[in-house]
């Protein structure tokens, strides 16, 4: 099946730190979605990127859609200790699948520095 | 108005049982996309419905997994004599039409299978 490279798999953070991930894949997609999701919780929705090269920002967090529309990254600045977590890129992939067909990458997980 | 609601939010069953869990969507969203979770893993689709119709079951199981999504009530994803293999989270999202904005998730429902 279509994968999507997600990394770092895990970081840890200090507070104040910028946080840098990112996702790639083979495969080309019209929209990149990042999620956060919580212990017991479902994913909820940070950013989504809808253009090849499109940079958006939320409060502290910026993302990009990469040109080649095969990759995307996202940027936490200024870390906070509510920002642990596991983030998640999706995408929709250009070719092939509904709509609704989200691919998801397996996460990049933030904890606190000990 | 309530996001997407999920239930239950824990389920058991014994191999051999069936498993029925019930996802009612955002208010005004008719779109409404079943996906599973394995432990340190990201979220794979399992199927899309719109009110009454299946769209896309591309990621369903072929055997023992069904989903519908009646005209009135909650889209249920039934899952037949389950297996331990069947354990995961399961979450359900909904959309207002045919575009990835607003694709929101529940909290989503725990299957363990003992």
């Known amino acids: 099946g279509q994968q999507l490279n997600q990394s770092p798999q895990s970081m840890f953070i200090q507070e104040g730190e910028d946080v840098s991930m990112n996702c790639t894949s083979s495969?080309?997609?019209?929209?990149w979605l990042w999620y956060k999701q919580d212990p017991g919780e479902g994913p909820v929705l940070l950013i989504a990127?809808?253009?090849?090269?499109e940079l958006t920002s939320n409060g502290r967090l910026t993302a990009q859609f990469g040109i080649t529309r095969k990759d995307s990254f996202l940027n936490i600045s200024a870390s906070i200790p509510s920002d642990v977590g596991i983030y998640f890129c999706?995408?929709?992939?250009?070719?092939?699948?509904?709509?609704?067909?989200?691919?998801f990458g397996k996460g990049t997980k933030l904890s606190v520095k000990p | 108005n309530a996001g997407v609601m999920q239930n239950p939010r824990h389920l058991v069953r014994r191999r051999g049982q069936e498993a029925r869990l019930r996802c009612s969507p955002m208010?005004?969203?008719?779109?409404v996309y079943w996906y599973r979770q394995l432990p340190e893993e990201g979220l794979k689709f399992m199927v899309y419905?719109?009110?009454?119709?299946?769209?896309?079951e591309s990621g369903m199981p072929k055997e023992r997994f069904s989903a519908e999504f009646p005209k009135e009530g909650p889209s249920i994803l039934r899952i037949q004599q389950v297996v331990r293999g069947d354990s995961a989270a399961y979450f359900c999202?909904?959309?207002?039409?045919?575009?990835?904005?607003?694709?929101?998730f529940g909290s989503g429902t725990r299957l363990t299978v003992v």
């Open positions: 495969s080309i997609f019209n929209t």
């Open positions: 999202a909904s959309s207002a039409g045919l575009s990835l904005y607003g694709y929101t």
């Open positions: 419905l719109q009110k009454e119709n299946i769209i896309d």
């Open positions: 999706a995408g929709q992939l250009a070719d092939g699948g509904s709509q609704g067909n989200l691919i």
């Open positions: 990127l809808y253009k090849a090269g």
């Open positions: 208010k005004g969203h008719s779109h």
